[in-house]
Nanobody
Framework: QVQLVESGGGLVQAGGSLRLSCTAS????????MGWYRQAPGKQREWVAT???????NYADSVKGRFTISRDIAKNTMYLQMNSLKPGDTAVYYC?????????WGQGTQVTVSS
């Protein structure tokens, strides 16, 4: 059974930082493409960042230079370091694992940035 469990969300003031974690089980973590998505109230889920197997990373323009995605294969865990947070970053953040044709989602963790 595949499980992706996020943690690390919370309430932070604008300009602050948070680090999200996503721990995976039931998959061969090292071969999956991993990513973060987010969904703000009343909006569609949007892509935030991707860590492709082999180490390549990509970021949405809205978070480039502020967020860093990484993974620790030994711990089966992916991270999203979020710095210089803005109120517009407020959303539920979801962990995503992809190895075609399979994909999996975590349950989400709430991030709230106050102004």
């Amino acid at each position: 059974q595949v499980q992706l469990v996020e943690s690390g969300g919370g309430l932070v003031q604008a300009g602050g930082s948070l680090r999200l974690s996503c721990t995976a089980s039931g998959i061969i973590f090292s071969i999956f493409g991993m990513g973060w998505y987010r969904q703000a109230p009343g909006k569609q889920r949007e892509w935030v960042a991707t860590n492709i197997r082999g180490g390549s990373t990509n970021y949405a323009d809205s978070v480039k230079g502020r967020f860093t995605i990484s993974r620790d294969i030994a711990k089966n865990t992916m991270y999203l370091q979020m710095n210089s947070l803005k109120p517009g970053d407020t959303a539920v953040y979801y962990c995503h694992a992809n190895l075609w044709p399979n994909e999996y989602w975590g349950q989400g963790t709430q991030v709230t940035v106050s102004s």
